[in-house]
């Protein structure tokens, strides 16, 4: 079934690291709030799969994909703040 060149574990990786690079490209569009997929995925059950030597390709992916996500996550905490900020400057200056 596979080549004996690639061993299954390679095999295995580079189709691991092309899901997360899939799911990099689409994360804009993934919702955040109440998403247990992305629980699932950041959750210590996918995580602690994680190979902590070799396969560094695979580490790395997932390291971007996480710091995408807290990106976004960031993002959006900072327009909320932002928002919050702007309504309460417009509601003192309407009370004078």
Do not use: W
């Amino acid at each position: 079934m596979y080549s004996d060149a690639f061993p299954i574990d390679d095999i295995f990786m580079k189709e691991i690291e092309a899901s997360l690079h899939c799911i990099m490209s689409v994360q804009e569009a993934i919702p955040l709030e109440d998403n247990p997929l992305l629980s699932q995925l950041f959750g210590v059950d996918i995580l602690s799969q994680m190979p902590t030597v070799g396969q560094d390709r695979v580490r790395r992916t997932m390291l971007s994909l996480i710091g995408e996500f807290f990106v976004q996550v960031l993002a959006r905490i900072a327009h909320v703040y932002l928002s919050y900020r702007h309504l309460c400057i417009v509601v003192h200056y309407t009370k004078q």
